[in-house]
């Protein structure tokens, strides 16, 4: 499978701070990404995408900045908040023939704890 | 149904038992996807549907795994002989199967063989 992976597994912030989650991918045909959030005892929930075509989008206190140079994705959070406590997943899809569905490969996660 | 639900929440077994799981998608929802996550780890993908077929088999771990899916809704996961190695939480997601693709989770099922 491929390889998407996380430089940093733990991740401590002090609240009010931005946060910054890095996510590495292997494959350069990958066209489409996704950053999700898992609470504990929950399945993920969809944060923010991006399309190869981008380098940046920005949502609600959050952007993904993507750099396909160095396939290197990352995940801003920006006055990080206590519910912000979570497992944080990207993941990468390529449209590959014949099938050409969306399959994704999640990477490891990381873990984001945010102190009071 | 608003979100994709899984059932049961909570499973323990003893091993080699059969289990199923099941997952009810979004409705509208073309795509139905299987993971599986261990503790403090990713997902690991094990099979998709699109519709009532399964283009891509190719994750699941062993011929103990098997999945249907019927009426392109309702799918059912079944592992027979259980052992212990297939304790994990089991995730289903569900997408519209469109190229832009997102895909919308449960709360999983938990998988206790003992």
């Known amino acids: 499978g491929e390889n998407v992976g996380l430089h940093l597994p733990t991740l401590s912030v002090q609240e009010g701070d931005n946060s910054i989650i890095n996510c590495a991918y292997s494959?350069?045909?990958?066209?489409?990404f996704i950053w999700y959030k898992q609470e504990s005892g929950k399945g993920p929930q969809f944060i923010i995408d991006i399309r190869s075509n981008m380098d940046k989008r920005q949502g609600q206190r959050v952007t993904v900045l993507l750099n396909k140079t160095v396939k290197h994705l990352s995940l801003q959070i920006a006055a990080t908040q206590p519910g912000d406590s979570a497992v944080y997943f990207c993941a990468e899809n390529t449209h590959r023939p014949p099938n050409n569905f969306n399959k994704f490969y999640f990477g490891s996660g990381t873990k984001l704890n945010v102190k009071p | 149904g608003a979100g994709v639900s899984q059932s049961p929440s909570n499973k323990v077994t003893e091993k080699g038992k059969d289990v199923e799981l099941r997952c009810d998608p979004i409705?509208?929802?073309?795509?139905l996807y299987w993971y599986r996550q261990s503790l403090g780890q990713g997902l690991e993908f094990l099979i998709y549907?699109?519709?009532?077929?399964?283009?891509?088999k190719s994750g699941l771990p062993s011929d103990r795994f098997s999945a249907e899916r019927t009426g392109g809704s309702v799918s059912t996961l079944t592992i027979q002989r259980t052992q212990q190695e297939d304790s994990a939480v089991y995730l289903c997601?569900?997408?519209?199967?469109?190229?832009?693709?997102?895909?919308?989770f449960g709360a999983g099922t938990r998988l206790s063989v003992l």
């Open positions: 997601a569900s997408s519209l199967g469109q190229e832009k693709n997102i895909q919308y």
């Open positions: 494959n350069s045909a990958s066209d489409y």
């Open positions: 409705s509208g929802h073309t795509a």
């Open positions: 549907f699109q519709g009532n077929s399964a283009p891509d």
